[in-house]
């Protein structure tokens, strides 16, 4: 079968013919249809020193897609040949503290797909069956297949009480643009965006945000009195892992205030913790998805009317993969979808 691989340890993909696996006992084998570029694809494909340390190749990456099921292993019991699914793209141990307490996206020992293990960017998939997620009929193929990190998005935002809370998310990425639609959706009074891409930053805007600040250009606090913010914001949402972001989400939030912490920051991110100390905040780390909590979430609220599709920005198929990659290198996009 057709596969992105990569191949050898150095910057780049490979569009290659590839063993296509074979589908064992509760497994389900995926014949994708479609598969959506992620950050962690992107850092593959640069071979950053995240990548160096992580990935082992050769590897068939992605982890974000949609496909119907060609076939279904012994012991498989909820889905048949047919089904249109998407599925977890964390593959828990089921036996530690964490996956017996029904905490299952805290497993220490979580293997990626398309990082640990063979991954999406493929015509087929395998993945046990407990980790595929059936996709309803009133949701597309395109959306359903971004549904790993819009479940990343949900995550964070539904952490707190949002409604009628003044809401700071930092990072316009296409996570941070699904959050300020998941805000809005769920009833937050004010909700702020920062970033210095304006394209990611119009995104937002078309998605629900109240204010959008290119924090190269100005200040967040200029905007309080125009919002009617007196002394902070009561929720904050990091997704750029950029220190100086975080900094100034810190800076800028309520005593008691309630910050969920996605964006991967690098070792060397210093604070100022009078911010965190002095003001009483709570911080939450968010990884992935609650299994399976966020993905009925995600369903439901999908179903009910939150529209994240202006985050779509790009497809293409699957032959054309250097062109997306090049796309996705510029920032100049939101989501970019490969069809197989």
Known sequence: MKALIKKKPEPGIWFEDVIEPTCGTNEVKIKITHSSICGTD?????????????????????????????????????YKQGDRVTGEGHITCGNCRNCRAGKT????????????????????????????????????????SFFDPFGNAVHAALSYDMVGEDVLITGAGPIGIMAVSICKFIGARNIVITDTNDFRLNLAKTAGASQTINIKKNKISDYFDELNISNGFDIGLEMSGNPDAFKGLLENMYNGGKVALLGLLPKSTIINWDDVIFKGLHIKGIYGREMYETWYKMTQMTRSGLDISNVLTHKFPIEDYKKAFQVMQTGQCGKIVLEW
């Open 42 to 78: 992107l850092h593959i494909f640069n071979w950053d020193d995240w990548a160096k340390r992580t990935i082992k190749t050769p590897l068939t990456i992605g982890h974000e897609f949609c496909g119907i099921i060609s076939e279904v292993g012994l012991g498989v019991k909820h």
């Open 105 to 144: 996206h805290l497993c220490q020992k979580t293997l990626g797909i398309g990082v640990n293990r063979d991954g999406a960017f493929a015509e087929y998939l395998i993945i046990p069956e407990s980790n595929v997620w059936r996709v309803h009929n009133e949701i597309s193929s395109e959306i359903s």
